[in-house]
Every structure is written in structure tokens, then in C-alpha cells.
């Protein structure tokens, strides 16, 4: 089958929550490497931001919600009119405070206020991605988190969904093989402060022990997680499907002991 190119034949990827935090990292490290992006991003003002940070001939913007089939939809015709092809689909979209209070007095609604925005909202573009994606042998990176892997009191909802990303990913691999590769980048301390919309853009400040709990000895950025993005995207990366990648300083793997 004949692979439909984009206008300059750069490779073409689709970044759900690509207005801010990790996801705009993600968007201006790959347009910086002359990918061409579409963001996916509920909110307005921050996906006017973007548009005015980028050209048009790159960048892609649309204001929608993942977890909305219909605009999910008419976002990808928007993406095939614009470029006519697919390499990547980075599933990032989601609300990143983790903490649901007590589990006993969580609502139903909060409870699909993650799931919804999460896991839902990757099964609904990666759906609407895999015909695009077969044609170009492309790859899908579910952004889940190193909370799928361990746990603060209170956060149920949100490592529920992130959980549900790892098991995703390693199902849509088995079954999308060998044409297209699924993996999953688990972050952890990623400062964002400095990658928010305007109104909410705060400067990176961080303790001494901000750092020192990290093996690494400093928090990561978003460049962390989109150069691991794109290495994850590319053909040295062929062998590797159904993984997931903790990025996050050494936390994970640090024994911690209460005093």
C-alpha cells in the first residue's frame, strides 16, 4: 500500500494535551526536529499560545476534549486534510493532579474525571489513529506515570487510570504488531512549572532535597521525557513494543525509610 506523504515529507505526529506540561515539551522538542505536530487540547487559551509559538505549515492546533468520540473524530479528518499521513501518536492527554481525597467519599463523576481523560481518551485516538498508523508503520506512546507503579494515600482515581495505560499497552502491542509499535513512557518528578499557558507559567524553583531525592540529584524536564519520545518514535527503536519506561531521576528505585 502506497504511504501518503505530507507536504515536505516530514514525519507527522498527533500530541493529545500538547498545550502545556509535558505535551508541549513534547510538541516543541519534536517541531524543533522538523516533525510536523498536531495537538489535541481542551483548553482555548493555551492552545492559542501554541499557535502563536509555531508556523501553521507545522503545527497543527485544535481545541477538544479526548474523551469527546465525535471531536476525537473530527480531529483526525482535520489531521488527514492537513497532512494526509500519520507516524506517531503520543497519548499524553489527561488531568495531572493525582489526588482524589478519600476513597470512600469519592463521587462516581471524579472517578471518570481520570478514567474519562486518560484511558478512554487513548483508546478513543488510538482507534481513530491505527488506519493511518498501518499505512506508515508508525507507533503509538501511551504517557502513563511511575504512579501506575507505586502509590501515595488518596490518588486512587488517577493510578487507576495510569495503571490502565501500562495494560493497554502491552494488549494493543500484542494485537497491532508487527505494523505498529505500542509503548508507554512512565514519568516522574517533571518540572512544568515553565510549560504552562501564560496565566499559570510559573519559574522552576526546587529545594536541596528536591534534588537530593532524586539518584540523578536534580527533577526532570520535559526535553527528559520527549527525547525518550522520539528515540521511542524512530527506527532504532524497532525491536522494542509492548514496554513501559519509567523516566524519573532514579525515584522509583531509591529505598526510602521513614525516621
Known amino acids: 500500500m502506497s504511504i501518503p506523504s505530507s507536504t515536505d515529507n516530514a514525519r507527522v505526529a498527533l500530541i493529545t494535551g500538547g498545550a502545556q506540561g509535558i505535551g508541549r515539551g513534547v510538541t516543541d522538542y519534536l517541531i524543533a526536529r522538523d516533525w510536523r505536530v498536531a495537538i489535541l487540547d481542551i483548553d482555548a487559551d493555551a492552545i492559542e499560545e501554541m499557535r502563536e509559538r509555531h508556523d501553521s505549515t507545522r503545527l497543527l492546533a485544535i481545541t477538544a476534549s479526548v474523551s469527546d468520540e465525535a471531536a476525537v473524530g473530527d480531529a483526525f479528518k482535520q489531521l488527514e486534510n492537513w497532512q494526509g499521513r500519520l507516524d506517531l501518536l503520543v497519548n499524553n492527554a489527561g488531568p ?78 500484542t494485537s497491532l504488531g508487527p505494523n505498529i509499535r505500542v509503548n508507554a ?75
Request: hydrophobic share 40%; aromatic share 6%.
Open 96 to 173: 495531572a493532579d493525582p489526588y482524589c481525597g478519600p476513597l470512600e467519599s469519592l463521587s462516581l463523576e471524579r472517578w471518570h474525571h481520570w478514567l474519562d481523560n486518560h484511558l478512554t481518551g487513548a483508546f478513543l485516538c488510538s482507534r481513530a489513529a491505527i488506519p493511518l498508523l498501518r499505512r506508515t508503520q508508525g507507533s503509538i506512546i501511551h504517557m502513563a506515570s511511575t504512579r501506575a507503579l507505586q502509590s501515595e494515600p488518596e490518588s486512587e482515581g488517577y493510578a487507576a487510570s495510569k495503571g490502565g495505560l501500562l495494560a493497554l499497552t502491552h494488549a494493543m502491542a
Open 185 to 259: 513512557i512512565c514519568p516522574g518528578w517533571i518540572e512544568t512549572g515553565d510549560h504552562q499557558k501564560a496565566a499559570n507559567r510559573e519559574a522552576p524553583s526546587h529545594s536541596d532535597i528536591d534534588r537530593q531525592q532524586h539518584p540523578v540529584g536534580r527533577v526532570g524536564h520535559p526535553d527528559d521525557i520527549a527525547a525518550l519520545v522520539a528515540f521511542l518514535a524512530g527506527p532504532e527503536a524497532g525491536f522494542i513494543t509492548g514496554q513501559h519506561f519509567p523516566v524519573d531521576g532514579g525515584m522509583t528505585r531509591k529505598m526510602i525509610y521513614a525516621e
